[in-house]
């Protein structure tokens, strides 16, 4: 189920909409914060930098997917709309790298 899912984002079976504002946006941003936060919990509780680092930047890999399938289906799917995702999914990949 779980390869279904990457699958089908990866090769733009999905509806662009539900890719770019459910999937990306909604989802991965609360998986970010919630990496953030527990990051932020590890390093008051004085552990290991490496270990905080490693759980803050998680979910980095799977931002790069999101931002990828956006790509890849706003291609397949063009218009003008299409466009403004690919530079939304571009800023919100920088957005959760450097944040």
């Known amino acids: 189920m779980l390869a279904g899912f990457f699958r ?3 090769q ?3 509806p662009l909409d539900r890719l770019f504002w459910r999937d990306m946006l909604l989802v991965g941003t609360a998986i970010n914060i919630a990496s953030s936060v527990l990051a932020l919990t590890l ?5 290991p930098l ?14 790069i997917f999101l931002a990828l399938a956006v790509w890849r289906t706003a291609e397949k799917t063009g218009g003008a ?3 403004m995702m690919m530079l939304g999914s571009a800023l919100w990949l920088i957005a ?4």
């Open 81 to 83: 709309k299409a466009s």
């Open 12 to 14: 733009g079976k999905q």
């Open 8 to 10: 089908s984002r990866w």
């Open 43 to 47: 390093l008051g509780l004085k552990l």
């Open 50 to 63: 490496w270990l905080v680092l490693t759980v803050h930047f998680l979910p980095v890999p799977y931002n």
């Open 96 to 99: 959760t790298v450097i944040a």
